[in-house]
């Protein structure tokens, strides 16, 4: 029982958002997906990863716009001529909140020092480091001078870099307790079956 207390190993991180991932992907209820995000958020706060609002809201907003161009059941209102309907809205939402879930649950479940076995197993960890770094230096990027910052964080993110600012920004960030990711993967299957 106390090995449920102690922080988690990467691979056991892996292996339970793996096993967590069927539930929440599978989920149809709006509101269990929503809840199941937050719970997603909130493991990914509490680990130390930095969490920034606005992309996630411009992420979820931009998907939802985008079902909107596709009418689709009771209308609500017309702007410019455009039907905006309850079902492209309520599906475009669902499917934001269903990638922003999918996002967090990625910076819960897959943390530094993750090794997975074989060689395509130590080529996806490597994907996972990069896109670990990319996502940590993205705010390098400028649309006023694209190429040259783009050059700026393809350096940041390349390995002959200082690996030990890696390591160490790393150390700052905690592994999750295994109790708690274990809670919130029964609470989706549970969700699920709800």
């Known amino acids: 029982m106390k090995k449920l207390f102690r922080e988690g190993t990467p691979n056991t991180l892996f292996i339970l958002g793996v096993a967590t991932l069927p539930a929440f992907l599978f989920q149809e209820k709006l509101l269990y997906r929503c809840l199941a995000t937050i719970f997603f958020l909130l493991l990914a706060l509490y680990s130390g990863k930095k969490i920034r609002p606005l992309p996630a809201l411009l992420l979820l907003a931009s998907i939802t716009a985008a079902a909107l161009l596709v009418p689709y059941g009771k209308v609500l209102v017309t702007i410019l001529g455009w039907p905006i309907t309850v079902g492209a809205l309520k599906m475009g939402f669902s499917?934001?909140?269903?990638?922003?879930?999918?996002?967090?649950?990625?910076?819960?479940?897959?943390?530094?020092?993750?090794?997975?076995?074989?060689?395509?197993?130590?080529?996806?960890?490597?994907?996972?480091?990069?896109?670990?770094?990319f996502s940590e230096n993205c705010s390098m990027?400028?649309?006023?001078?694209?190429?040259?910052?783009?050059?700026?964080?393809?350096?940041?993110?390349?390995?002959?870099?200082?690996?030990?600012?890696?390591?160490?920004?790393?150390?700052?960030?905690?592994?999750?307790?295994?109790?708690?990711?274990?809670?919130?993967?029964?609470?989706c299957w549970l969700f699920l079956f709800l």
Do not use: C, M, W
């Open 141 to 187: 990027i400028s649309v006023r001078d694209l190429p040259g910052t783009l050059d700026k964080l393809l350096h940041a993110v390349s390995e002959s870099d200082a690996d030990s600012d890696y390591t160490s920004k790393q150390k700052e960030n905690r592994n999750l307790p295994l109790i708690l990711l274990l809670l919130v993967s029964l609470v």
């Open 95 to 133: 499917r934001g909140v269903l990638l922003l879930g999918l996002l967090y649950l990625s910076k819960v479940s897959v943390v530094h020092g993750l090794a997975l076995p074989g060689a395509i197993g130590q080529g996806i960890s490597k994907v996972f480091f990069y896109l670990d770094r």
